[in-house]
């Protein structure tokens, strides 16, 4: 029943490690997105997909790559993790977007030491 | 750019009493949508409210309503008969540009509702 899942939901790994978090919407969904919640709660759009299509990169660094094997998964990589990467990553999707509800997942608390 | 602004990093109410939380945004859209969000403890992003802006009417859930001025770009939320359930983060939201995708947030305000 599970709108928007991601796995897992807790990461915690060493620095220099490289791990993926996965995220699965169920609502038939044509956009998804990822957002960072840094310590402070701030929020903020990562990247975005549109009908696979990557249609939002925001200034990230080239050590996180978003991968969308098709509309209903949105995949994060992230390589050679730093601290500053501790966050909470959010997946998203809504239908289009402009005033859509973006329907958010249980979040992913990455812990990196 | 577009920023959303959210000036009371911290509020509380007393159980059953009624709380306004403050938001302000820039924008040079005439047409746009404003969200309110909520984050609980437990962490989950849940909708709380939507206000389109060419609408004059407030928008209203339940207890949830707004109270949106579009000329002095405010979009404030209010929660009447505040239960113990809406201790959580608010966040105020819209999108930074027309047919935008993305969500443009405010730092948000963290709402405790005291027994």
């Known amino acids: 029943d599970t709108a928007v899942s991601q796995t897992p939901k807790y990461l915690v790994t060493q620095m220099g490690n490289d791990k993926s978090i996965k995220c699965e919407q169920n609502?038939?969904?044509?956009?998804m997105y990822w957002y960072k919640q840094d310590s402070k709660k701030f929020l903020k759009i990562m990247f975005s997909?549109?009908?696979?299509?990557?249609?939002i990169n925001e200034t990230v660094p080239n050590r996180f790559s978003p991968k969308s094997p098709d509309k209903a998964h949105l995949n994060l990589h992230i390589n050679s993790l730093e601290l500053g990467d501790s966050a909470v990553y959010f997946c998203?999707?809504?239908?289009?977007?402009?005033?859509?509800?973006?329907?958010f997942g249980p979040g992913t608390r990455l812990t990196v030491l | 750019a577009q920023t959303v602004t959210q000036s009371q990093p911290e509020m509380s109410v007393q159980e059953a009493e009624t709380v306004t939380l403050s938001c302000t945004y820039d924008?040079?859209?005439?047409?746009?949508?404003l969200f309110w969000y909520k984050q609980p403890p437990s962490r989950q992003m849940i909708l709380v409210i939507r206000?389109?802006?060419?609408?004059?009417q407030n928008a209203t859930e339940n207890r949830f309503s707004v109270n949106f001025q579009k000329a002095a770009k405010s979009f404030s939320l209010k929660i009447s008969d505040s239960q113990l359930g809406d201790t959580a983060m608010y966040f105020c939201?819209?999108?930074?540009?027309?047919?935008?995708?993305?969500?443009?947030f405010g730092k948000g305000t963290k709402l405790s509702v005291i027994p």
């Open positions: 997909y549109n009908n696979k299509e990557l249609i």
């Open positions: 609502l038939g969904h044509d956009t």
């Open positions: 939201a819209c999108p930074p540009g027309a047919g935008s995708y993305q969500l443009t």
């Open positions: 998203a999707s809504s239908q289009g977007g402009d005033g859509n509800e973006q329907f």
């Open positions: 206000q389109e802006a060419y609408k004059q």
């Open positions: 924008t040079s859209e005439n047409n746009y949508y």
